[in-house]
Every structure is written in C-alpha cells, then in structure tokens.
C-alpha cells in the first residue's frame, strides 16, 4: 500500500512538474551570434533610464531600470561594453551580479541574479572613456564652436557601450528618460522631443512605440528646432537651422508620398537633427529624429534623397527590424528599394534613375573588391565571430536593391506594391530574418501569382544573378557622351553641363576614361573648379580621381587634408584614403590621418585604422 502512495506521489510529482514546464511560456527568440542574452529565459520589454550627462569628465552616469518578462529565470544577462557596473537591484532590492569573460566585440555578459517572481531590475552605472558609441566634441569641433556637443551611435552593436541592455535588434522595448544636461545645452533622443531649452537642464522623454535597442540614441548641444510642418521639422546649431530648414524643405512631401505608398507612418513626428561634421554616417534612421551629417547641406536640396532613405527606415528597419545582423539587407535593401520610390514620386524617373545607376556602380565596384572573399557578396551573411560592420556594405544595399527591383519588374508594380504594403502591415513591431521573409514572399507573391523566380540565388549565392534588372539612364548617357567629347576635342564646352544636376556631376567624375591624361583633368578644374566644390559629393570623388591620376593641381592636396580633418562621414573618409592605399600612397595617407584621427567618432577609426594599418604609439 504505501508503495502505491509513494508511486501515486512520485506521479503526480512528475506530472505538476512536467505541467509546469508546459506552463513556462515559450518564446521564440533565435539564436543570435551579437549578443550574450538569454531572451527565451528572460527579456527585457521596458526601459526607464535616469543620466547624468558630464560634459567635464565625459561621462555618462546613471541607471536604466527595466521591466522584465521573467521566463521563471533565476539569471537575466545584458551586454554590456566599456561600462562600469555600479550596483545592481532586483524589484528594488540590491542583487548580485558578475561579469563574464571579455569579448572584444561583444564585450561582456552581464549576469545578474534574480528570482522566477522578479519583475524589475536596475543597474546603477557609468561610461568610461573607451565608449565606442559617444562622440564627445569640444566647442571647436562644433559649427558654432561655443559650446561642446554629444551625440551617440547604436547601430550595430555599440548601444551597449552607454547603456546597460540587451543589445540584440530582436529585442524590442518602450523607453522613458530622465536626462540632465548643462542648463545652456539642449538634449533630444529617439523619442518625443523637447522644441525649445529648459531652464535648468533637465528632460523628460518617453517612447511609446517598441524599438530595437540599436534605434535608442541620445545628442546635446546647442541646438535649436524649426519646424517645417506639424509633424516634420529640423533640429541644428543655430548657424545651421535656416540652412538646414531651407535644404529639407520637402520632408512633409517626402513622409506623404511615403505614406502613399506603404502605409501610415507610424511614429507621429519625422524629425532631422544635423549633427557636427565628424558624424560617422550619412543619417541614422533613429525613430522620430534622423540624425544626420551636415555635408548633406548643399545649399540646393539635391542630396535630400538621403532624407528620403532615413524616412523609409521607418518601415524597413524600425517597424520591421532584422533579427540579425546576418539579415542586414532586410533593413538596407529594402530602404534603398523605398527611398528609390519616394524619389521618383516626388522628383520624377529620371532623378531616381540617376540615383539607381550610381548605385549600379557602387555595387560593382564593392563587388570587385570582394573578388578574394566572393561569400562576402552574398545578401543574407554569417557574421559569426566577426564584427557586424563587415557587412555593412554596398552589398546589402545595392544589390538588396537590385533583387527587388528585379523582383517588382518580374511581378509588376501593382502587385508588388500590394505585397510590400502587406509585408509591412503583418511584421509591423517585430523582427524578420531572411528565411522569414522568402516563406512570406513566396505565399503572397509569387505562389499567389504563379510566378516562378530565383530568390534563392539572389539571396544565397555570391554576386548577381543573370536575369537582373538592366537600370539606365537618359541623362547619365548624355554625361558619358560629354566626357568623351572632352577628351576627343581637348577642350570644354561648358554649354553641355549647364543645367547638370549634382547627380550628373558626380556620375561625369566617377567615369573618366582610366587613362585620362593630367591635362584633362587640369583642363577640368580650370573650368569648372571642382577642387573648390561647395557639394560635398561632388568635392569627395573629385578628390577620388584627383589620388586615381596622380593630380595635383589647383592647391588640391591641401584642400584634400583639409576635408578629411573636417568631415568624419566613413563612406567619405575611406573612398578617399583607399584611393590613396590603392596607388601606394599610404604614407600620404597617414600623415593626414594622423592629424585627421582625434576628430572622428570610433566607427569612423575602426575601419581607417584597419584600412591603414594604423597603430597608435
Ligand atoms: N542605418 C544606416 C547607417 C548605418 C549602417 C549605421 C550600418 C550603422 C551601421 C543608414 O540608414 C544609412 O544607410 N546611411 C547611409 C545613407 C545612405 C545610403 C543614403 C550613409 O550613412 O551613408
Ligand atoms: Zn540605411
């Protein structure tokens, strides 16, 4: 008898525990080779952050607490970089915590100790001057060069060198923040934002929405917002603000047209704050406020398209978010797809044309680069063990583009738009991974409509399938037939460029005949100066062609320094300083940079120093 009691006990025992093990929520987060946590066993879903931003000793101090979904978990793990970890609670009681092995991409997990019940922890913490997501500026480095500014970079994985977090863009939270600043100083975040300074320098944010990690970002300086509709407008240095006003003028149009192609714009406000020139990027498509780099600032709105691209993350990317970093064209590939279109609704087919066909020869070019390393042309990547900065080429974005392109060719417009609408409509606010998304596309594309396509090599093979879509352009064909009158005639007729846009200029410098003789290119200069170009673009692949061939005329070695001291933009910086490694000028190079080094943010050194070779002493 008691033996069947026992057995009896000893069953329902296995019973309620194996129930319990049921009853544990499953949840489905992938494995994800750029972050330590464990978000199946216990995920963050709500950030309250309280920073101190110290502008003497350049440091960042606080906590950010955070609501957790506890998966009966008895640890939860943040990553967490170049921090130090002050204290730690659990629902408000200090809790034990250690930090485990460094890496030196990943940083360190950050495992704190908790209980199946607990529901919120804090972490008591401050940035230390290795941070690779702040750049701090002295007032010199500034446009107005008064005051100091401070501005951070998430994207890819560098969040977690400000912030304590679960830095996997699968992870999706709502944040409020509390952040003092100096009182003459303004601070703006990812978020709902102040549009004028408090008097003591203390802000309040708070997002609604759920965001990737990587999409949480912080500046302040001395900057001032106007508004150029009631739900778009420009933060800048006052010097800039008009400036800055005037050259994104279009942004309602460009957030209407957006609107009408893939549905309402989910973030009420589209802001675009102009950062100092040491911005590593064109833009980041942080929610609610872009950040962006000042050489966009042409005085003549024609590099407004990168406006177009940060607006179209706001599907591709901050709505419907790659899982991984493996999956990166899903952000990239399908922003430069809708930037495309918001272009040409706006500007017409031949801006967008243009703008297609630069990146054709982006894609190219970066394609024969890669012809050692061919898996490094693939879409969907593996970037295990590797820093996810690897990938952040023109591969996802032009050949992203071009697979879709190709793709609405195959299908027709209608019908494809009707899919992307669909697409964005059913992954709004969460994450999709590749595999993901050709099961969709097939199901409610191509099977739908019985049309047999290639996706697979496009997305798992190297360089570009056969049946890609030829992208031309009128008016690039016109600047093809002009350099080569140039050449033949040894002379300019300048009545030919007279109404050239900033598209047509840069694709005439890019393709010069590779045995372009010195004197054209004096011949060049002379008439139309591009060595002083006030267009950013135009200036950086003149400079290009100008190490390509060997010109040194018009004072251009100086004028080149000096933009690679001024400009911190990567894309920018590194055409340039390749062009000088390409011709085996890298002592050229680095002096410059050497003098260049200490103005650029951390994304920006990173790849120059591999690039060069540079070690500091
Ligand atoms: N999200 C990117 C910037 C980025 C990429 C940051 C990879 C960190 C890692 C942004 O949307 C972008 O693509 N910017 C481009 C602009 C362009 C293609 C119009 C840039 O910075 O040049
Ligand atoms: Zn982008």
């Given at each position: 008898m008691k033996k069947i009691v026992f057995a009896l006990g000893l069953l329902t025992l296995l019973i309620s525990n194996c129930s319990k093990k049921q009853n544990k929520p499953i949840l489905n987060y992938i494995e994800e080779?750029?972050?330590?946590?464990?978000p199946n066993e216990a995920v963050i879903t709500h950030m309250d952050l309280d920073i101190n931003v110290d502008f003497d000793n350049e440091i960042i101090q606080g906590k950010a607490s955070y609501l957790i979904k506890n998966n009966e978990a008895s640890q939860i793990i943040l990553d967490s970089k170049f921090l130090t970890i002050e204290h730690v609670q659990a629902d408000g009681k200090d809790t034990t915590f250690s930090l485990g092995d460094f890496d030196e991409?990943?940083?360190n997990p950050l495992k704190i100790d908790i209980n199946k019940n607990t529901k919120r922890i804090t972490v008591f913490y401050k940035t230390t001057?290795?941070?690779?997501?702040l750049q701090w500026l002295k007032p010199?480095?500034?446009?107005?060069?008064k005051f100091p500014f401070l501005f951070t970079q998430g994207?890819?994985?560098?969040t977690r060198t400000w912030i304590p977090i679960q830095?996997?863009?699968?992870i999706r939270i709502t944040y409020n923040a509390k952040v003092h600043v100096p009182s003459q100083l303004m601070a703006v975040m990812?978020?709902?934002?102040?549009k004028e300074k408090t008097s003591n320098g203390h802000y309040t944010f708070k997002m609604a929405q759920p965001i990737s990690p990587y999409l949480i970002a912080l500046a302040v300086g001395d900057i001032e917002y106007k508004a150029i509709s009631d739900r778009t407008g420009v933060y800048a240095e006052k010097s800039m603000v008009e400036k800055a006003h005037y050259e994104f003028s279009d942004m309602e149009n460009m957030v209407a047209s957006a609107e009408a192609l893939y549905?309402?714009?989910?973030?009420e406000q589209f802001d675009v704050i102009v950062l100092?020139?040491?911005?590593?990027?064109?833009?980041?498509?942080?929610?609610?406020l872009t950040f962006a780099t000042p050489?966009?600032?042409?005085?003549?709105?024609?590099?407004?398209s990168l406006i177009a691209h940060e607006l179209a993350h706001s599907w591709?990317?901050?709505?419907?978010?790659?899982?991984?970093?493996?999956?990166?064209w899903l952000n990239e590939g399908f922003t430069v797809y809708f930037e495309m279109r918001i272009m040409e609704a706006l500007y017409g087919k031949d801006r967008a044309n243009m703008l297609a066909r630069i990146g054709r020869q982006d894609l190219e070019e970066e394609i024969e680069g890669f012809k050692d390393t061919p898996?490094?042309?693939?879409?969907?990547?593996?970037?295990k063990g590797r820093?996810?900065?690897?990938?952040?080429?023109?591969?996802?974005y032009d050949k992203g583009y071009l697979f879709l392109r190709t793709l609405e060719e195959k299908a027709g417009r209608e019908k494809f738009d009707i899919f992307l609408k669909n697409y964005f409509q059913t992954h709004a606010f969460s994450t999709i991974n590749t595999e993901k998304f050709i099961a969709f596309l097939n199901e409610n594309l191509l099977e739908k409509h019985d049309i047999v396509f290639n996706t697979e090599a496009w997305v798992y093979n190297a360089g570009i399938p056969d049946n890609q879509a030829i992208i031309s352009s009128d008016k690039f064909e016109t600047v093809e037939k002009t350099i080569q009158q140039y050449v033949k005639s040894n002379?300019?007729?300048k009545a030919l460029t007279i109404d050239w846009t900033t598209q047509e200029w840069v694709h005439f410098v890019r393709n010069f005949?590779?045995?372009?003789k010195t004197e054209h290119l004096a011949m060049i200069d002379e008439v139309f100066n591009l060595t002083n170009s006030n267009n950013s673009y135009i200036a950086m692949v003149w400079y290009e062609q100008a190490i390509n061939h060997d010109y040194h005329g018009n004072n251009i070695d100086v004028k080149i320094e000096e933009f690679l001291i001024q400009v911190g933009r990567r894309w920018y910086v590194s055409t340039i300083y390749k062009a000088f490694k390409r011709h085996n000028k890298t002592d050229v190079a680095l002096a410059i940079y050497k003098k260049a080094?200490?103005?650029?943010h951390s994304v920006t050194t990173n790849t120059i120093d591999d690039l060069l070779g540079f070690k500091q002493d």
């Open positions: 080779p750029h972050s330590f946590s464990l991409q990943l940083g001057d290795q941070t690779e997501a010199q480095q500034t446009t107005d060069k994207q890819a994985i560098l830095d996997s863009p699968q990812s978020a709902e934002n102040p549905g309402k714009y989910a973030w100092p020139p040491s911005f590593p990027f064109g833009g980041m498509e942080n929610p609610r050489t966009v600032i042409a005085g003549d709105k024609s590099l407004t591709s990317g901050n709505l419907v978010t790659n899982a991984s970093w493996d999956d990166f898996d490094d042309t693939k879409l969907k990547l593996n970037l820093n996810p900065d690897d990938g952040m080429n023109s591969i996802a002379s300019i007729d005949p590779n045995d372009i080094r200490a103005n650029y």
